[in-house]
Nanobody, 122 residues
Framework: QVQLVESGGGLVQAGGSLRLSCAASGRTFTGYNIGWFRQAPGKEREFVAAIRWSGGISYYGDFVKGRFTISKDDAKNTVYLQMNRLKPEDTAVYYC???????????????WGQGTQVTVSS
């Protein structure tokens, strides 16, 4: 079983940047695809980005438009989400999750972290 721990959220002004981290404990990410999702109050959980642990292939949600970058550090068994040019509409709880395949649907992810709050002020 994979346990995921997110960190790096916080309060930032519009136009600023944050880097979120998703660390694995219990086992490595080998064999998994790691995704980032976000959920704003009253809205459904939304796909942000995902990366294949073996090979590093990545995929992004349409709204990202080059502002976010997903990456991984094999030695630290950690996945990152670098978020630049943040907007107030990016405010949400951000979650990382693990799935055996590259998926954009949250329901297909098996393991989830507890989430980290990102708040972007205007």
């Amino acid at each position: 079983q994979v346990q995921l721990v997110e960190s790096g959220g916080g309060l930032v002004q519009a136009g600023g940047s944050l880097r979120l981290s998703c660390a694995a404990s219990g086992r490595t990410f080998t064999g998994y695809n790691i995704g980032w999702f976000r959920q704003a109050p009253g809205k459904e959980r939304e796909f942000v980005a995902a990366i294949r642990w073996s090979g590093g292939i990545s995929y992004y949600g349409d709204f990202v438009k080059g502002r976010f970058t997903i990456s991984k550090d094999d030695a630290k068994n950690t996945v990152y989400l670098q978020m630049n040019r943040l907007k107030p509409e990016d405010t949400a709880v951000y979650y990382c999750a693990a799935a055996p395949r590259m998926e954009v649907q949250a329901a297909l992810y098996d393991y989830w972290g507890q989430g980290t709050q990102v708040t972007v002020s205007s």
